[in-house]
């Protein structure tokens, strides 16, 4: 059975302590309609990628509508891939256009439900009317191919339209999650100089207007490259306006037609940058291209969700994240899917609003984070058990290891025990989903991702790139490029070289800790570098100390993250203070306050400790070992022979036994 604690890193060994023996083979009915249907079919599909992997992918590509063939698979000078070289194609054609060539096109593409629970419908040939009017709107400010848009917005239908509107001009997107800070969204369009930034009046968010525009404005004011922003009315409330600058949208759509040639773009055309944190520095403006992204979305999806024609699929990430670009908007789309997305939050009005939002629709799959069901598990079962949720036929989960706990009840309680779960492993930088159970073939075992995708080799290495073998822990790294592979860190090839091919050497190392089981089967153990996987999101722990640092009265911080029930992980914060300053609950409050002004709440430190030192190595380095332990009050057993003064550690541990 499983031990609490899914994974233990400590010390540089990664040590994997979960032994988790239930197996769930797909169930028979479920294989028999699925789209691969037998662990052979998978297997013959993995094989053939593996020995012909040009091939196999040159196949898949069919899959798509090309304006211009390619020439050539790959063009590959590691670490820089290009795929399909020679090729011309539309993303937005792809995930529309060639929906409305036939009965599709009054197929429902968008079923979407605002807060305070209106709905919204959009069929493939509305978002085709809607995006080549936005588009028009984009050409009308002066946007060009190659341009970057930075997106600001609620979770409302215009999000995925100004995005597809984007790429059908050829002009990369940079979205930024609502809930980051005026500062956050300066850093990221002063980073990529984006001309125009697209947001609204507000959001809703628990019954409450999230304040879009204000934080635009106060980013909008320190970024000289941006001529206009664009605010479309979703609240309706009083905001400032910037004459010159802020433009709205239903007056800018209003003088432009619906119509809208998409523009051929090479394969490896940038189609957007998402920023994500990296162990170092500021964020990471991670680069996707075209055809790569768009294909391998478009099959994993097909695969992983096992998508047909008369499916309803609800994946409840935000576009602000990369789970909500490639499997709610780029993925489901291109398969011509029905996806129904939701803009606020799962308590409002109450904490049965999914289970609702389920039976309304007859939502047949559902994609979610473990932190949301942890959540679901602890407000109780009684929530979903007023709704039918029998519609539902599979289930999947992203963002963070599923604990098995967590993967049981959605199973039984969510799933009625009839629905695989697809535990699905990737990241914003592999751009879609690398490892997971084909849900018609693949048996699922609790807290596992179990095998990779056809086209993708991970590998479990040592430090120095040896494979460690069946059922030892190690680094998870990925040997074959794959199409929807970053391209870069957008205008810093050497920091991508560095931060993801330098550590182990010939392979794509992707940050994560794994084992492999003797079946073939791997287990995620999370991050083994300074990021934290706080509710799913990733937050780095430099970013939140020079955050806290930039605080006048902080001399010194170190952030680690600590266990959380709910949450995966908490964020700890030790500070240090300038010579004359007192510590106090008020002090603490407000440097609380200042890291959700400096990046948003999500990085807010759920503890502040003030001490009077921090641990650290007789070269300076802080002991961050050393301060996860205390945050997550346990003894620490390695090594603390480097540490350079013994009576820092006393210290903490006793203020940390309320002596502060
Ligand atoms: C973690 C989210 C275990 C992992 C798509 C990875 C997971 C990081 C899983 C990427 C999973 C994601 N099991 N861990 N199924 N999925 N992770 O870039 O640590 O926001 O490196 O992408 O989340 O987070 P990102």
Not at 151 to 178: Q, W
Request: charge should be negative; glycine fraction near 10%; proline fraction near 7%.
């Amino acid at each position: 059975m499983a031990s609490e604690n899914p994974s233990a890193h400590s010390g540089g060994s990664i040590t994997s302590v979960l032994q988790e023996t239930r197996v769930f083979p797909p169930p028979a009915a479920f294989a028999e309609a699925a789209g691969i249907k037998s662990l052979d079919e998978y297997q013959k599909l993995w094989n053939w990628a593996n020995d012909d992997n040009e091939g196999f992918w040159a196949e898949q590509s069919k899959s798509l509508d090309w304006f211009k063939p390619w020439d050539q698979v790959l063009d590959w000078q590691p670490p820089f891939a290009k795929w399909f070289v020679g090729g011309q194609l539309n993303a937005s054609y792809n995930c529309v256009d060639r929906h409305c060539n036939g009965p599709d096109k009054n197929k429902a593409a968008l079923i979407w439900e605002g807060e305070p629970g209106e709905r919204r419908v959009l069929r493939y040939q509305d978002l085709q009317r809607e995006v080549g009017k936005f588009a028009n709107v984009l050409k009308g400010l002066g946007v060009k191919k190659g341009d970057v848009v930075a997106l600001y917005m609620p979770m409302i239908p215009e999000l995925v339209i100004a995005a597809l509107a984007c790429a059908r001009i050829g002009a990369p997107h940079t979205v930024v999650f609502g809930g980051f800070s005026a500062e956050s969204l300066a850093g990221r369009i002063q980073d990529c100089k984006a001309k125009v930034l697209v947001t609204a009046d507000g959001g809703y968010r628990r019954g409450k207007i999230v304040p879009l525009k204000v934080h635009a404005d106060g980013a909008a004011d320190e970024c000289p490259t941006l001529t206009t922003v664009v605010v479309y009315k979703r609240t309706g409330h009083d905001i400032e306006w910037n004459e010159g600058r802020d433009r709205w949208w239903h007056e800018l759509e209003a003088e432009v037609s619906a119509d809208c040639p998409p523009e051929p773009v090479d394969s490896e055309h940038p189609l957007f940058i998402l920023y994500t944190s990296g162990s170092t520095g500021k964020p990471k403006g991670i680069l996707h291209t075209t055809a790569g992204y768009l294909l391998q979305t478009s099959l994993s999806s097909k695969w992983v969700f096992d998508l047909k024609p008369d499916d309803t699929y609800w994946c409840t990430a935000d576009v602000g994240w990369v789970t909500g670009h490639s499997y709610l908007v780029y993925g489901p789309l291109a398969q011509g899917a029905t996806c129904v997305m939701f803009e606020g939050a799962p308590n409002w009005p109450d904490e049965a609003r999914f289970w609702k939002i389920i039976e309304d629709y007859r939502v047949t799959i559902l994609y979610t984070a473990p932190t949301a069901i942890r959540t679901f598990m602890k407000w109780g079962d009684q929530h979903p058990r007023k709704h039918d949720l029998s519609s539902l036929r599979l289930l999947g989960t992203v963002g963070e290891p599923i604990n098995p706990e967590a993967w049981m009840w959605y199973h039984s309680v969510i799933g009625g025990g009839r629905c695989p779960i697809v535990d699905t492993w990737w990241q914003t930088e592999t751009g879609a989903i690398m490892i997971a159970p084909i849900p018609g073939a693949t048996p699922t075992i609790p807290g596992s991702a179990t095998r990779p995708l056809p086209g993708i080799v991970p590998e479990i290495v040592t430090k120095d790139g040896k494979p460690v073998g069946d059922n030892k822990g190690g680094f998870l790294v990925i040997k074959k490029p794959w199409p929807a592979m970053l391209r870069t860190i957008y205008g810093d090839d050497d920091r991508y070289k560095a931060q993801y091919w330098s550590d182990i050497p010939g392979c794509y190392f992707t940050g994560d800790g794994a084992r492999r089981d003797e079946h073939g089967n791997y287990w995620i153990m999370g991050r083994v570098d300074d990021v934290l996987n706080v509710a799913g999101h990733r937050l780095s722990t430099m970013e939140i100390e020079s955050a806290l640092v930039s605080h006048p009265v902080v001399a010194e911080a170190a952030v680690v993250g600590k266990p959380d029930e709910v949450k995966g992980q908490g964020i700890a914060a030790f500070v240090t203070l300038e010579t004359g300053q007192a510590p106090s609950e008020k002090l603490r409050q407000e440097l609380r306050a200042h890291v959700t002004k400096e990046i948003g709440a999500l990085a807010r430190p759920d503890e502040i400790h003030f001490t009077d030192s921090l641990p650290k190595t007789r070269s300076g380095k802080i002991m961050r070992r050393l301060l996860r332990d205390i945050a997550a009050g346990v003894e620490s057993t390695g090594d603390t022979s480097t540490l350079e003064d013994l009576g820092v550690l006393a210290n903490l541990r006793r203020s940390e036994q309320g002596e502060d």
